[in-house]
């Protein structure tokens, strides 16, 4: 296959390779002889530096010997002379000698480098004369230069033959600097000319190739503009948006029209697809886009064993639309490799817009949720008693129509806003615990939704009737699912008997029981709980209504902060699960003015002032020296506070400050007592009296 394709290659374009190889051939002469050239060129620089420092060797010598004939009539120091006149003499020596006969010497740096032996025949003749001066010098220097001692006369002498001769040595090195000199210009001229011949060669090289070129490109480009017109019908045909990726993740210049309106942006041929793609999708679902198109790119997996892995399958996206603002998007990008030569060379994208398939199946979801909540639903109201349901019905539907009637009135009448959301918080939160005695979940979440809404508004700095206009729609969902429970209710044979509220005292402690024990399980906890509740038949319902709403919210409140996690009491030599008893009794005979005592008891970890301090610190509602003013007790009321708790982050059972609220209402509203006894890692305990 290989071969066929290159014979076909040669026949085709046989006359632009012919003439690329010749360039090649020919550039690649042309660079030797540069090289060789400017390596001749550096040579003569190096022999030329030499032949300046010559000169200045010569005027060395001549003025060293002359400070060395000073010193010495004067009696002076005259090491440093003769150490100049040695340095200066072996350089010169070594360095004609080099001149003559080429070798080492040292450089201009102090570093040895290769002198060339001098060509030229004048310079030979400046070379041979230079040295019949320099031989007799020579010979009167080297007493000096051997370090023996040396008489006066033959300083004399020295100085003599370098002050008749100094000049004329000058001179001679002098000629023979501009001799090299002239020898590198030479072959200088000579560089320009070879390099001023392979451009024109090279140009005309160009010519013929570009002539060539352009014949055949003609004839391709027929071609091409035919297959791109070709092309083009295709692309704006069809309906999905389709594109090429390639390894640097730039779109290619071909895509198909309708990709634009999928993707709700413009497409620049060469931009980069991350950049779109980044504006589009979640972070997790960009980046493992990005390592799933490296993957393909690679070889080293097959592309059908990782198409499951694609995370652009009915994946969500922001599309922006034409005139502002963004519409939501389900888009599938299926990734198909380009293989060309067994080289994969881009990636075929294809985009298919699955937003209405995305819609129907959703709705198809949330049909089998809905019908799913529907039998959940029916199967938790089987456990609860048809007359307690249908109570808790009612009262939690006069409770909302009450608090929908407080918000129509917003903007109609001047309210304290703050103080209607507090007042809000605690219906709702003392309906939160109702549901979760008895164990409707689906009420006790909606609860636990309306209270963060509730939440925000009650921690803003300003609030205005603008602020409550969307507390309405949670009501709405609540009257939703009390008519969908009551409609199941009409349904059930087993509902047709009276559905009045009765005062049953074991249903009570077994709600509350089944409440300690959900409670404890979602947070790590064991409980046991004990109760004796059979006066409460004896109240009136409005007052039995009121404690029923305080044991919730106690019993809530001992669990999720009193009892301590195994661990925990393990460690304490408690017994592994926590221990709480409920009572009710009389307390006519203590004489007080009360009729009756409620107390609920925990052997937990107490109630502990330093504790409170401290979230009371964090929460900045008070100040540490505000704090450190109060005495215990008054640092453990304040957990009655609207909004103070000492969970950090809310849940369903505690942390939005409010169930403690609830019970310091309906105390006030009962008249109540409330006494508190605590000790540290062994027990809290409420005890309310109150009057019928």
């Given at each position: 296959?290989?071969?066929?394709?290159?014979?076909?290659?040669?026949?085709?374009?046989?006359?632009?390779?012919?003439?690329?190889?010749?360039?090649l051939?020919?550039?690649l002469?042309?660079?030797?002889?540069?090289?060789?050239?400017?390596?001749?060129?550096?040579?003569?620089?190096?022999?030329?530096n030499?032949?300046?420092?010559?000169?200045?060797?010569?005027?060395?010598?001549?003025?060293?010997?002359?400070?060395?004939?000073?010193?010495?009539?004067?009696?002076?120091?005259?090491?440093?002379?003769?150490?100049e006149?040695?340095?200066?003499f072996?350089?010169?020596?070594?360095?004609?000698?080099?001149?003559?006969?080429?070798?080492?010497?040292?450089?201009?740096?102090?570093?040895?480098?290769?002198?060339?032996?001098?060509?030229?025949?004048?310079?030979?003749?400046?070379?041979?004369?230079?040295?019949?001066?320099?031989?007799?010098?020579?010979?009167?220097?080297?007493?000096?230069?051997?370090?023996?001692e040396?008489?006066?006369?033959?300083?004399?002498?020295?100085?003599?033959?370098?002050?008749?001769?100094?000049?004329?040595?000058?001179?001679?090195?002098?000629?023979?600097?501009?001799?090299?000199?002239?020898?590198?210009?030479?072959?200088?001229?000579?560089?320009?000319?070879v390099?001023?011949?392979?451009i024109?060669?090279?140009?005309?090289?160009?010519?013929?190739?570009?002539?060539?070129?352009i014949?055949?490109?003609?004839?391709?480009?027929?071609?091409?503009?035919?297959?791109?017109k070709?092309t083009?019908?295709?692309?704006?045909?069809?309906?999905?948006?389709?594109?090429?990726?390639?390894?640097?993740?730039?779109?290619?210049?071909?895509?198909?029209a309708?990709?634009?309106?999928?993707?709700?942006?413009?497409?620049?041929?060469?931009?980069?697809?991350?950049?779109?793609?980044?504006?589009?999708?979640?972070?997790?679902?960009?980046?493992?886009?990005?390592?799933?198109?490296?993957?393909l790119?690679?070889?080293?997996?097959?592309?059908?064993?990782?198409?499951?892995?694609?995370?652009?399958?009915?994946?969500?996206v922001?599309?922006?639309?034409?005139?502002?603002?963004?519409?939501?998007?389900?888009?599938?990008?299926?990734?198909?490799?380009?293989?060309?030569?067994?080289?994969?060379?881009?990636?075929l994208?294809t985009?298919?817009?699955?937003?209405?398939?995305?819609?129907?199946?959703?709705?198809?979801?949330?049909?089998?949720?809905?019908?799913?909540?529907?039998?959940?639903?029916?199967?938790?109201?089987?456990?609860?008693?048809?007359?307690?349901?249908?109570?808790?019905?009612?009262?939690?539907?006069?409770?909302?129509?009450e608090?929908?009637?407080?918000?129509?009135?917003?903007?109609?009448?001047?309210?304290?806003?703050?103080?209607?959301?507090?007042a809000?918080?605690?219906?709702?939160?003392?309906?939160?615990?109702?549901?979760?005695?008895?164990?409707?979940?689906?009420?006790?979440e909606?609860a636990?939704?309306?209270?963060?809404?509730?939440?925000?508004?009650?921690?803003?700095?300003?609030?205005?009737g603008d602020?409550?206009?969307?507390?309405?729609?949670?009501?709405?969902?609540?009257?939703?699912?009390?008519?969908?429970?009551r409609?199941?209710i009409?349904?059930?044979?087993?509902?047709?008997?009276?559905?009045?509220?009765?005062?049953?005292?074991?249903?009570?402690?077994?709600?509350?029981?089944?409440?300690?024990?959900?409670?404890?399980?979602?947070?790590?906890?064991?409980?046991?709980?004990?109760?004796?509740?059979?006066?409460?038949?004896?109240?009136?319902?409005?007052?039995?209504?009121?404690?029923?709403?305080?044991?919730?919210?106690l019993?809530?409140?001992?669990v999720?902060?009193?009892i301590?996690p195994?661990?925990?009491?393990?460690?304490?030599?408690k017994?592994a699960?926590?221990?709480?008893?409920?009572?009710?009794?009389?307390?006519?005979?203590?004489?007080?003015?009360?009729d009756?005592?409620?107390?609920?008891?925990?052997?937990?970890?107490?109630?502990?002032?330093?504790?409170?301090?401290?979230?009371?610190?964090?929460?900045a509602?008070?100040s540490?020296?505000?704090?450190?003013?109060?005495?215990?007790?008054?640092?453990?009321?304040?957990?009655?506070?609207?909004?103070?708790?000492?969970?950090?982050?809310?849940?369903?059972?505690?942390?939005?400050?409010?169930?403690?609220?609830?019970?310091?209402?309906?105390?006030?509203?009962?008249?109540?007592?409330?006494?508190?006894?605590t000790?540290?890692?062994?027990?809290?305990?409420?005890s309310?009296?109150?009057?019928?």
């Open positions: 296959m290989n071969p066929v394709k290159t014979s076909s290659y040669l026949g085709k374009y046989r006359e632009i390779v012919l003439a690329v190889a010749f360039f051939v020919f550039d002469a042309v660079l030797g002889l540069n090289f060789y050239i400017s390596f001749q060129i550096a040579a003569d620089a190096v022999s030329i030499l032949a300046g420092r010559q000169r200045m060797l010569s005027q060395r010598m001549t003025k060293a010997l002359l400070g060395l004939q000073q010193a010495s009539s004067k009696g002076l120091m005259i090491d440093a002379g003769l150490k006149v040695d340095t200066t072996g350089l010169f020596d070594a360095t004609l000698r080099s001149f003559e006969l080429g070798g080492q010497v040292t450089g201009g740096d102090g570093k040895p480098v290769m002198l060339e032996r001098v060509t030229t025949t004048a310079g030979h003749e400046l070379i041979r004369q230079a040295k019949a001066l320099w031989e007799p010098f020579k010979g009167l220097l080297l007493p000096l230069h051997s370090g023996v040396y008489t006066p006369q033959q300083l004399d002498a020295a100085v003599q033959y370098a002050v008749a001769n100094n000049l004329t040595l000058l001179k001679l090195m002098n000629n023979l600097t501009t001799d090299l000199e002239q020898t590198a210009a030479l072959k200088a001229d000579r560089l320009r000319l390099q001023t011949t392979g024109v060669l090279a140009l005309l090289n160009f010519m013929f190739i570009l002539f060539k070129f014949r055949r490109l003609r004839a391709t480009d027929r071609k091409a503009e035919m297959a791109q070709e083009t019908e295709i692309l704006d045909t069809v309906k999905e948006g389709l594109f090429l990726l390639d390894a640097e993740f730039r779109f290619g210049s071909q895509y198909s309708s990709l634009t309106s999928i993707l709700g942006n413009p497409i620049i041929p060469g931009s980069d697809f991350r950049a779109m793609l980044q504006a589009m999708v979640a972070p997790t679902v960009y980046t493992a886009t990005i390592d799933y198109i490296n993957l790119f690679g070889d080293r997996v097959r592309e059908n064993l990782v198409q499951e892995l694609n995370p652009l399958t009915a994946v969500e922001q599309v922006p639309r034409p005139h502002g603002g963004v519409v939501q998007r389900f888009l599938t990008l299926q990734f198909n490799r380009v293989v060309i030569d067994g080289r994969i060379s881009h990636l994208v985009v298919f817009d699955v937003t209405k398939q995305v819609e129907l199946e959703a709705a198809l979801v949330d049909a089998k949720k809905k019908v799913k909540a529907e039998v959940n639903i029916l199967l938790g109201l089987l456990d609860v008693e048809p007359a307690t349901l249908n109570y808790f019905l009612n009262k939690t539907e006069q409770g909302l129509l608090i929908n009637e407080q918000l129509r009135s917003v903007g109609n009448t001047r309210h304290d806003y703050r103080q209607m959301v507090a809000i918080f605690r219906q709702i939160h003392a309906l939160k615990g109702d549901a979760a005695a008895l164990g409707l979940t689906m009420f006790e909606l636990q939704q309306f209270e963060a809404t509730l939440a925000v508004l009650r921690d803003k700095q300003e609030l205005s602020d409550l206009i969307s507390l309405p729609l949670p009501l709405d969902e609540f009257f939703d699912r009390i008519g969908m429970v409609d199941l009409s349904r059930l044979a087993s509902y047709h008997d009276v559905l009045a509220p009765e005062d049953n005292p074991a249903a009570l402690s077994e709600d509350l029981k089944k409440l300690a024990l959900r409670i404890a399980r979602d947070h790590g906890k064991e409980v046991e709980v004990s109760s004796n509740l059979q006066l409460i038949k004896q109240l009136p319902s409005p007052t039995r209504e009121k404690l029923k709403t305080i044991a919730v919210q019993m809530r409140n001992a999720v902060h009193g301590e195994v661990t925990e009491r393990i460690e304490l030599a017994p699960a926590g221990h709480i008893s409920v009572a009710l009794k009389s307390a006519n005979e203590d004489g007080d003015g009360y009756y005592e409620f107390v609920l008891r925990d052997d937990g970890r107490g109630l502990i002032p330093r504790r409170i301090r401290a979230a009371l610190v964090q929460t509602r008070y540490q020296t505000h704090l450190d003013e109060l005495s215990d007790v008054q640092v453990i009321m304040k957990i009655f506070e609207p909004g103070f708790s000492t969970f950090t982050k809310a849940n369903r059972d505690a942390g939005h400050g409010v169930g403690m609220d609830v019970v310091k209402e309906k105390l006030q509203q009962l008249g109540a007592h409330l006494q508190i006894v000790r540290e890692d062994d027990y809290t305990q409420f309310i009296r109150f009057a019928v």
